[in-house]
């Protein structure tokens, strides 16, 4: 299941929600409660680790880093 990062315009507050396709576009703030959230690109390194988490087959969701090379820092590993 792909995980998008998401940017409020408001106040600057960043989030990560995992979305299905058929999921309506976030736009609403969880901390301010305006419609100024867009959709942000992920780091090359999270998308890299969800598409090899497809191949293995449906396996449990692999965390963002687990392929190593965590370049954002935002995983904690
Ligand atoms: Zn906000």
């Keep these: 299941m792909p995980i998008y990062d998401y940017k409020c315009d408001g106040c600057g ?31 090359g390194g999270v998308l890299g680790s969800i598409k090899n988490g497809e191949a293995g087959g449906g396996g449990p969701p692999m965390p963002p880093c687990a392929g190593g090379g965590c370049a954002s820092g935002m995983c904690g590993l």
Aim: charged share 35%; glycine share 0%.
């Design 13 to 43: 507050h960043t989030f990560e929600e995992t979305r299905r396709m058929a999921d309506p576009p976030l736009t609403l703030c969880p901390e301010c409660q305006e419609e100024k959230v867009r959709k942000v690109l992920s780091t």
